[in-house]
């Protein structure tokens, strides 16, 4: 689920970003809260994905007995 909205935000961010550099009128306070909800959201998707291909990898390495010494690299061929 975390993965469809992963560009819709990086999107969203981008428009906050440039209606903070374009409004003039707006104080340091404005533009500065303007850009950091949005970037509090994508990190906040960043970790949750970072957990589900982690997780992911986990299950993987419990149902085949021989990457069970292997989660490492399980988790490293989700990303």
């Known amino acids: 689920m975390t993965r469809t909205f992963r560009i819709l935000y990086f999107v969203i ?3 906050a970003v440039v ?3 374009v409004r003039d009128d707006m104080s340091f306070w404005g533009r500065f809260l303007t850009v ?3 970037l ?3 990190i906040v998707n960043e970790i949750q994905l ?3 291909r982690r997780r992911e990898a ?3 390495a419990h149902e085949q007995p021989g990457l069970a010494n292997d ?6 061929e989700e990303r």
């Open 40 to 42: 509090f959201v994508v």
């Open 50 to 52: 970072w957990r589900d």
């Open 58 to 60: 986990e299950v993987k």
């Open 36 to 38: 950091l909800f949005p």
């Open 13 to 15: 961010l981008a428009a």
């Open 19 to 21: 209606f903070a550099v």
């Open 71 to 76: 989660l490492h690299h399980a988790y490293r």
